[in-house]
């Protein structure tokens, strides 16, 4: 049965597209077919890092509009034949999506994909509100400060009273917790909020700690998802929390200063 | 002649029906024993004779009728009036009580705020909770809504009778009822008990760490709130129209 997993975040530039382009490539990589869906509407940029800008003949919106078929629109990943892209419209905005025209299209993928990933757009407005409502799992993308994790307590109360699964009284959506561009240092001086502080605030589950790393702007500007950059601390982070969504169990990383086993191994008294 | 079947038209409205809320003392009686009720009456009004002269009162049966005592309403009420008290209605009781005091003009409520009785409570679960609050008031005043999942910032919660919640309330999140407010967790946001007027309701919490609390228009917000009684169980109630915030927990 196909999962239809939402990255989504309520605030804006917390990582939902890095995220995105990552999980979807490491669903891909780990031998599951899988669809990335860019739901922001006339701010693209999935496109951009996966590294298909440049193939994109038809979008999401020429689908809804039944100006092309689905499998025209369809970009097929350069770095794995598993992986789909459905790009979004640069010239249109989110009034140009619906919600049965987006139903249609995501029922259409689950005959042929085993993951569908909706990249939603930042905000609580109609594109987010669509790239959550069909959803089956929710990865919730949050930076340790006090904004985003407000932004995203209100996308969770959006998940729990809005979507599909809400409204039909069914199993509610899994929501997953993903912190973005930690750093332990910065936690340690006081400056960023720590694992346990979020947790404290949202009590979800952890899927994964992504720490701040130079990987992942090296990786949007070379469109190429940072989990492929395997030997990078970001693109690790990310493949244990494939890992862990299928079901794997991986130790949590990147959450302790780096510099603090040594520190304590070399500690001079 | 008689007026009473006409309306005249050029004469303004003389009258309107209010809803109001008032506070009354309640009778809880646990004995049939009518001559023990009298003397143990006499004894409570004579520590504050001010205070209970004329005073409406309503007797509560529940605690009678579980034993299985038989009372008599009429001597009953003959004896509170004795004691200068006056008998405004009757709770709890049983068919035959309750028309024993409405042939005594004596009106007959039912129990809420406190129900002990199964019968009449009826449990309502929402399991996602709803965005906007609720308008119908017609609805049982007995209901409590008993929630189990978090209640997330911008979500607002309406109860009409108590409200219960076992999961943790947002910074951002309000929740209403028009009893009292049990949270089990950690409450961030806005709690409002009592919000028809009811002055007796509680608010309790797991932890408070509210924006807001308030009972029946008495208000505080978080900067007001004492570091003493932050991060522990609560309870919140009104005492002479100030909040009092206090341990639940009591050390003896």
């Known amino acids: 049965m196909a999962r239809i997993i939402v990255v989504t975040s309520g605030k804006g530039g917390v990582g939902k597209t890095t995220t995105s382009a990552a999980i979807a490539m490491g669903l891909a990589k780990k031998g599951h077919k899988t669809a990335v869906i860019d739901f922001d509407v006339g701010l693209r940029n999935l496109d951009l890092i996966m590294g298909c800008e440049r193939r994109v003949v038809y979008d999401f919106v020429n689908v809804i509009n039944g100006e092309a078929t689905l499998n025209q629109a369809l970009i097929r990943d350069k770095n794995c034949n598993l992986l789909y892209i459905l790009p979004a419209s640069q010239t249109r905005d989110k009034d140009a999506l619906s919600q049965e025209g987006v139903g249609k299209i995501l029922e259409e993928l689950k005959k042929d994909f085993k993951y569908i990933v909706c990249d939603s757009p930042a905000g609580i407005e109609k594109g987010a509100h669509l790239a959550m409502y069909f959803a089956d799992d929710a990865f919730v993308v949050t930076n340790p400060e006090v904004s985003s994790v407000r932004d995203s307590d209100r996308m969770l109360g959006i998940l729990a009273s809005k979507s599909r699964r809400a409204e039909h009284n069914e199993e509610p959506i899994k929501e997953y917790l993903l912190l973005t561009r930690y750093s332990p240092e910065r936690v340690k001086l006081g400056e960023m909020l720590s694992v346990d502080d979020v947790q404290d605030i949202l009590s979800l589950h952890l899927l994964g700690v992504i720490p701040e790393s130079k990987s992942v702007l090296n990786a949007s500007n070379s469109g190429t998802p940072?989990?492929?950059?395997?030997?990078?601390?970001?693109?690790?982070?990310?493949?244990?929390?494939?890992?862990?969504?299928?079901g794997e169990n991986r130790p949590h990383r990147f959450i302790d200063d780096k510099k603090g086993f040594f520190g304590k191994l070399f500690r001079s008294k | 002649m008689s007026t009473d079947s006409h309306k005249t038209p050029n004469t303004p409205l003389t009258l309107e029906f209010k809803s109001s809320t008032f506070s009354v003392p309640v009778l809880v009686l646990s004995s049939d024993?009518?001559?023990?009720?009298?003397?143990?009456?006499?004894?409570?009004?004579?520590?504050?004779?001010?205070?209970?002269?004329?005073?409406?009162?309503?007797?509560?049966l529940q605690e009678i009728n579980k034993h299985g005592y038989?009372?008599?309403?009429?001597?009953?009420?003959?004896?509170?009036?004795?004691?200068?008290?006056?008998?405004?209605g009757i709770r709890g009781g049983n068919v035959q009580q309750n028309k024993q005091a409405l042939e005594l003009l004596i009106p007959v409520y039912s129990i809420h705020s406190g129900g002990v009785s199964n019968e009449t409570q009826k449990?309502?679960?929402?399991?996602?909770?709803?965005?906007?609050?609720?308008?119908?008031?017609?609805a049982d005043v007995t209901t409590t809504t008993l929630i189990t999942q978090p209640i997330r910032s911008g979500q607002r919660?309406?109860?009409?009778?108590?409200?219960?919640?076992?999961?943790q309330v947002s910074a951002g999140a309000e929740i209403m009822a028009e009893g009292n407010i049990h949270v089990y967790n950690t409450l961030r946001g806005r709690a409002?008990?009592?919000?028809?007027?009811?002055?007796?309701?509680?608010?309790?919490?797991?932890?408070?760490?509210?924006?807001?609390?308030?009972?029946?228009?008495?208000?505080?917000?978080?900067?007001?709130l004492d570091e003493t009684v932050r991060n522990k169980p609560v309870q919140i109630y009104l005492q002479d129209q100030a909040l009092i915030i206090k341990d639940i927990v009591q050390h003896h």
């Open chain 1, 226 to 246: 940072v989990i492929l950059d395997e030997k990078s601390d970001a693109g690790q982070a990310y493949a244990d929390i494939v890992a862990r969504y299928l």
């Open chain 2, 33 to 60: 024993n009518l001559v023990v009720i009298e003397q143990q009456l006499q004894e409570k009004i004579s520590l504050a004779p001010e205070f209970f002269r004329n005073s409406p009162l309503v007797l509560d």
């Open chain 2, 70 to 88: 038989v009372i008599d309403i009429a001597a009953l009420t003959d004896i509170i009036r004795k004691a200068g008290l006056l008998p405004i």
């Open chain 2, 123 to 138: 449990q309502k679960k929402i399991i996602p909770p709803v965005s906007e609050p609720k308008t119908d008031t017609g």
């Open chain 2, 157 to 167: 919660i309406y109860s009409v009778g108590d409200l219960v919640i076992l999961a």
């Open chain 2, 192 to 224: 409002l008990a009592g919000v028809r007027g009811n002055t007796e309701a509680r608010i309790f919490c797991f932890d408070l760490q509210a924006e807001l609390i308030s009972i029946a228009g008495n208000y505080k917000i978080s900067e007001d």
